[in-house]
């Protein structure tokens, strides 16, 4: 059974930074591209950050770009989402999406509330 949980969500000032991580299980983590996405209220969901299998590839949404990292460590099935200068507008629910052999997985989300 896949398994994708989320943590590392919660309320922070605009500014401050928050990181995140998605435990995997059920899957080959090493075999499986890694994204984060987000859904704010009212909102359609959006790709923030993607990481390949090993690691050596990474994208991200133009509004993120130079704020977030995304990470991974196979050894750990985990995978990060280190969020610095955070801004209200980041506010929403975070979730980890894998991308394996037998499917695509979703997490159940983290909220992330960004604000003063």
């Known amino acids: 059974q896949v398994q994708l949980v989320e943590s590392g969500g919660g309320l922070v000032e605009p500014g401050r930074s928050l990181r995140l991580s998605c435990v995997a299980s059920?899957?080959?983590?090493?075999?499986?591209?890694m994204r984060w996405y987000r859904q704010a209220p009212d909102k359609e969901r959006e790709l923030v950050a993607q990481i390949s299998n090993t690691g050596q590839s990474t994208s991200y949404a133009n509004s993120v770009q130079g704020r977030f990292t995304i990470s991974r460590d196979n050894a750990k099935n985990t995978v990060y989402l280190q969020m610095n200068s955070l801004k209200p507008e980041d506010t929403a629910v975070y979730f980890c999406?894998?991308?394996?052999?037998?499917?695509?997985?979703w997490g159940q989300g983290t909220q992330v509330i960004v604000s003063s």
């Open positions: 059920g899957f080959t983590f090493y075999y499986a591209a």
């Open positions: 999406n894998a991308i394996t052999e037998n499917g695509v997985y």
